[in-house]
């Protein structure tokens, strides 16, 4: 949905010009590039090599095949609410086999065009080199996640709009965010048709997400100009890969095998919305295979299986089973849906 902008009526008196004080993302893009096109365009080409590179490594790693894990894991049995049902023997656990791949393979990906990015922000022009367009936004992202936490909406309870009107509580000189995703779970055959889904809201800049999502459906152009009625940067400390082994090892002696699977899945959510959208940052990826190393490693002590993650067999054997596309479910497999 598109967001109409208005500033915090709380906030300390500041002279502001809509269309003045704060540029937009195209007009700063234009700008930077026109002033600095001779110094950055040998560091665009290198770029672009190494993104050619990258891009080479994830094909070869989508034809490949991934082993896979069976766990067996508990199922917890549900408690009865009935007080008068004491005497009631407690129903016994029951196990369930998880096939879970290795690895999580990565899809091969297109690029994004500059004319997906021209049409959501028409201030940017066609000239511009897409690596440049990311060199540009990783010194303008932390200004604007500034402007996009600072959000707050007030939309209808009783259905969602396809626009809405938000304040911004940030009053630095990066424009607000343009749009606002709303997302929920699918709707279940079985639920009832007057049943309330849980909806999240998550205010973004157009440009920025489809900068870095080739699959994101299109999206609705922000206004232009923008109707504005109104660099410090976070290091992600990882651990080394010595050390991983030992960070497994303390999550299998703390968290149950329910837990750890639970965690799993998450990490396997975040990878299939990954897929889907077509995420280009490679540091993400990165993060998913770590976190799945990770978890399937604490999974595999836990149940006495370490020497199935830490010491790599030295020909594994392809396997069919990977190439089918499901959440983790029980004698099921998750692997990379077809692009």
Known sequence: MVLQVKRNENAPPRTFHPHNSIKSIGSRLRSSFHDHKRTHRARTAARGSAHASKQGKHKRTKTSHSATLDFEVATMPQ?????????????????KTYRLPKDLLRPVLPEVSIRALVDVDPELTEDLPIEYIRDYMEELGPGLLRAAV?????????????????????????????HMLAIHGRTTPDAPGTARRQVTLVPLHSVV??????RLPKLTPSPSPPTYLSDDRTQLVVPRAKVLPSFATHLAET???????????????????????????????????????????????SQGKAHLMLIRPSSTPPSDAASSSATPEPTSTASTPAP
């Open 209 to 214: 997400l489809s900068l870095y999502c080739a």
């Open 255 to 301: 968290y149950t095998a329910q837990a750890l699977l639970r965690h799993i899945n998450s990490v396997h959510g975040l990878w299939q919305n990954a897929c889907v959208l077509g995420v280009l940052i490679d540091e993400l990826w990165d993060m998913i295979d770590l976190a799945w190393e990770v978890l399937l490693t604490a999974m595999a002590i």
């Open 150 to 178: 600072t959000v707050v909406a007030n939309p209808p309870k009783d259905a969602l709009p396809k626009e809405i009107a938000i304040t911004v509580n940030d009053h630095s000189d990066y424009p607000p965010p343009t």
């Open 79 to 95: 408690t009865s609410m009935d007080v008068e049902m004491v005497d009631a023997e407690p129903q016994p656990r029951t196990t």
